[in-house]
């Protein structure tokens, strides 16, 4: 993208589409946890423990991720606005 550029409404399509992105992931958390924070979990017998703090930590951080783009998204529309 160019700075020069101030297409706000390209900017929030954008991050849209990421936030689509994290929702996607966060509802898929369950499956991608795993490849994420435990490493060879095939070959490894993790406990449930470790599965769920997995988990927990993957919606955590995807949580904030989405909270942070909606965040970017208001700026983006209050700027449009004015």
Do not use: C
């Amino acid at each position: 993208m160019n700075k020069n550029d101030d297409n706000s409404i390209t900017y929030i399509a954008y991050k849209v589409a990421i936030l689509l992105v994290l929702l996607i992931l966060i509802f898929n958390a369950d499956k991608i946890s795993p490849h994420i924070f435990l490493y060879n979990y095939a070959d490894n017998n993790y406990s449930d423990l470790a599965f769920m703090q997995a988990y927990l930590t993957t919606q955590i951080i995807l949580s904030l991720l989405s909270v942070l783009d909606i965040g970017l998204i208001v700026v983006d529309y209050l700027k449009l606005k004015k």
